[in-house]
């Protein structure tokens, strides 16, 4: 290492002074003739992408397992193949490659000659920043979520706002591939909380953490991937609107267990095991219900006609329903 070393701060002696006779006494006592080829690749294991090759990818050959003090260097062409028109005199070289992609992540790796000559292949990994945290979402079959949305937040209470229609406070938020995975890097490291959502599916939040690994490094070790559980809310929204399709603001939705206790709609005092009253755009929103349960909606209001008051209810009967989507109903 520090024959190399020497020889570089030789050849940049040589090349301040512009001597021309030192550098090539310099350049001879560090290559020999003959040619290094290589191939460069990149190699993301943390999103599980496939190893691709990468064009134009910088390589050097330097003395000092770094490329920052390099002697010669070339780049890759389209289909990652790489040519050195001299080989180092010794063994204590290093191949070193770069390359950043669109996303501006840059993608390095530090190899020693002796290795590279052995397979002359070039893996590049990326050096994301910061913490990562990888997430893989599921139903309750264990089987990949595509297109959830997963919300990462820094305390518990805001990512219960999950549940809700309009989650609040999260700080990054991204949508699962084919394999149901998302992944959030330049993190603090910290405790995280991961929630997602799928249409009606939603999760509870589940708890991650960052560790610092290395202060001085711009990598840093994540923990477990969170897996990420999605079921079915404990809620059912109602619409109810009227033959003009108009919503209807302060009818009465009711819930009932069983159609025979539906048909009591029409009394003082329905047999109901839950009851609402529609808001100004006509929903209302029943709680405390049973995932996979089946209910049966019907609702009434009071409408004036001609200066008649009229009670209507569903003019089809209740409706069955779960919680697996939305009820509307008509007056």
């Given amino acids: 290492m520090r024959t190399g070393i020497y020889l570089i701060f030789c050849l940049l002696l040589g090349l301040t002074l512009g001597c021309e006779s030192n550098f090539e006494d310099v350049i001879d006592s560090v290559y020999k003739d003959g040619e290094i080829n290589g191939t460069v690749y990149l190699n993301d294991t943390f999103t599980d992408a496939p190893v691709v090759i990468a064009p134009e990818a910088t390589i050097y050959l330097t003395a000092t397992g770094s490329a920052t003090t390099y002697l010669i260097s070339t780049t890759a062409v389209s289909d990652g193949k790489f040519t050195f028109s001299h080989k180092p005199a010794t063994e204590n070289f290093y191949v070193v490659g770069r390359f950043k992609n669109k996303e501006g992540i840059q993608f390095e790796k530090v190899m020693s000659y002796t290795d590279f000559k052995n397979d002359p292949k070039l893996l590049l990994e990326p050096q994301y920043p910061g913490g990562k945290i990888k997430v893989k979402a599921v139903n309750s079959a264990s089987q990949p979520l595509f297109g959830a949305d997963i919300l990462l937040f820094i305390n518990q209470e805001q990512a219960e706002s999950i549940a809700g229609t309009a989650p609040a406070g999260q700080i990054r938020q991204k949508t699962t591939n084919e394999k149901g995975n ?3 890097y330049d993190l603090p490291a910290g405790d995280y ?3 997602g959502k799928k249409d009606l599916l939603v999760t509870s939040p589940t708890a991650a953490t960052v560790s610092q690994s ?3 490094s711009f990598t ?3 923990t477990t991937p969170a897996s990420l559980t999605l079921t079915i809310p404990t809620e059912l929204t109602v619409t109810v609107r009227d033959l003009n399709s108009d919503p209807v603001a302060g009818a009465t ?3 009932f267990s069983s159609r025979t206790q539906a048909a009591s709609i ?7 095991i839950g009851s609402k009253i529609t808001d100004k755009k006509g929903e209302a929103k029943i709680t405390g219900l049973t995932a996979g349960t089946t209910y049966y909606i019907n609702a009434k209001a009071t409408f004036t006609v001609n200066n008649t008051a009229q009670e209507r209810t569903n003019s089809t009967g209740p409706v069955s329903a779960t919680l697996s989507q939305p009820v509307s109903l008509t007056l």
């Avoid at 009394?267 to 109901?272: E, F, L, Q, R, V």
């Fill in 182 to 184: 998302v992944f959030f």
């Fill in 193 to 195: 909380y991961l929630a």
């Fill in 214 to 216: 290395n202060v001085n």
């Fill in 220 to 222: 840093t070790v994540q």
């Fill in 253 to 255: 939705v009711y819930v």
């Fill in 266 to 272: 029409t009394t003082t005092s329905p047999a109901a």
